[in-house]
């Protein structure tokens, strides 16, 4: 199995900076891809940004320019600048892996991280 720990959500103004960690544990084999997703009230979770094994990045449109996703090892980061009031959402890690009981690539999930941007 694949574990998945959040940290670094909060309450910050219009216009601020965030920093998300994701840290993945347990018996991997390999990860593929590693990303976030957000979900607002009343709304679907949707893809905020990815990373794959060999680096390549994929954003929202919502959030390129803003938003930065890198990985060091089983760990994704997500740095959140000139955040809105519309990024208020539950902010999920998630992770594409292999574990090795199974060796077969499943999506994994974190339990959610809350940001608030609000005045």
């Known amino acids: 199995q694949v574990q998945l720990v959040e940290s670094g959500g909060g309450l910050v103004q219009p216009g601020g900076s965030l920093r998300l960690s994701c840290a993945a544990s347990?018996?991997?084999?390999?990860?593929?891809?590693m990303g976030w997703y957000h979900q607002a009230p009343g709304k679907q979770r949707e893809l905020v940004a990815s990373?794959?094994?060999?680096?390549s990045t994929n954003y929202a449109d919502s959030v390129k320019g803003r938003f930065t996703i890198s990985r060091d090892k089983n760990t994704v980061y997500l740095q959140m600048n000139s955040l809105k009031v519309e990024d208020t959402a539950v902010y999920y890690c998630n992770t594409n892996a292999a574990a090795y009981s199974s060796g077969i690539a499943t999506h994994y999930w974190g339990q959610g991280t809350q940001v608030t941007v609000s005045s």
């Open positions: 347990g018996s991997i084999f390999r990860i593929y891809a």
């Open positions: 990373i794959t094994s060999g680096g």
